[in-house]
């Protein structure tokens, strides 16, 4: 797949599934991650997965510090429901990465490993989403605000001219730059407080 030279660019994280272990998948359970994997299951490289991304790997950072995070042993929270706005898009990415699922995921083996139910909808939080670890109980909640790196002015219109039936492919590859050039801007502020708020 091409893509962005700067997908690159974005660390990888790395999870250790005990599923993925068990079952011969891989070796040590361990599993790397990437952005762009997260954009070959979206299909599209957009705020929205960016952001998704960036809480996930964020939040799974301050649960586990410098160990590495258990995939399976995560339940996330949304504070909206799961077919408002972006929410599903961004709860694709989260279930990527950690495998919490709401009643799809997986049913689980003589009671472990189980996936499902792990993800749930419409809660009360002072924030996007809330992350929990399921051994210890320690959670986190985090926010994403893509107005902190704004698009151009020129954004829409370029987008409505490419969307057009006659658009030129240069108009098209015009957008497509300025596009990727935002969520590139957005992964060069990841650490601004204002792009992600913690609670």
Do not use: N
């Not at 339940?75 to 699922?101: C, D, P, R």
């Not at 009671?111 to 939080?125: K, N």
């Amino acid at each position: 797949m091409a893509y962005p030279a700067f997908f690159d660019t974005i660390p990888t994280i790395t999870l250790r599934d005990p599923l993925a272990r068990l079952l011969g998948a891989a070796q040590d359970g361990l599993i790397e991650y990437s952005f762009a994997e997260a954009v070959k299951l979206t299909g599209h490289s957009c705020p929205t997965v960016a952001g998704a991304w960036l809480m996930t790997v964020g939040a799974l950072k301050r649960l586990y510090g410098d160990d590495i995070p258990l995939r399976g042993g995560i339940a996330v929270q949304f504070q909206k429901s799961a077919a408002e706005g972006v929410t599903g898009v961004i709860a694709s990415v989260v279930t990527f990465l950690t495998g919490a699922t709401e009643d799809t995921g997986f049913k689980g083996l003589r009671g472990r490993f189980v996936r499902r139910d792990l993800m749930s909808f419409d809660q009360p939080l002072d924030g996007d989403i809330r992350f929990e670890r399921l051994d210890t109980g320690q959670a986190v909640t985090v926010s994403f605000d893509a107005s902190v790196v704004p698009a151009p002015s020129d954004m829409m219109p370029r987008l409505f001219m490419a969307m057009q039936d006659d658009a030129t492919p240069e108009q098209q590859m015009a957008f497509a730059e300025i596009w990727q050039d935002r969520v590139r801007r957005i992964f060069e502020h990841a650490e601004q407080p204002q792009l992600l708020k913690y609670v």
